[in-house]
């Protein structure tokens, strides 16, 4: 799971737990400004994920690390799909960001505050 966070201009994602092995990083840091948007989203897990370098895919159990489909990378860390919130970015290393939060609503509202 991650903990996402808004400290000053920067949207902050902490890895939690076992989920930093797996997906091969602890800590994200993206300026609000490369921010596009957010959305609950638990039907995301059901499309390609793409070529995984580095990160982990256990179908139906975990997805974590960095996708790379189509020329752009994603950053995945989901286990439950009913979880996940997908960041949009702009200008950064990911295009998206797909992650699994205790509470996707809560999530989305907290995101959606800080770019408005």
């Known amino acids: 799971m991650a903990l996402v966070r808004i400290v000053g201009d920067d949207l902050v994602v902490v890895m939690e737990g076992l989920d930093k092995l797996w997906a091969f990083k602890g800590r994200l840091t993206i300026p609000l400004a490369n921010v596009r948007g957010v959305t609950a989203d638990p039907g995301i897990t059901a499309e390609p994920k793409g070529i ?29 799909p009913s979880k996940a919130v997908v960041v949009e970015l702009a200008d950064e290393r990911y295009v998206r960001l797909v992650l699994q939060v205790d509470d996707p609503r809560a999530t989305v509202a907290l995101v959606e505050n800080a770019l408005a």
């Open 52 to 80: 995984r370098a580095p990160g982990s895919h256990v179908p139906g159990v975990i997805t974590a690390g960095t996708f790379h489909q189509e020329g752009d990378k994603v950053f995945w860390d989901v286990r439950d």
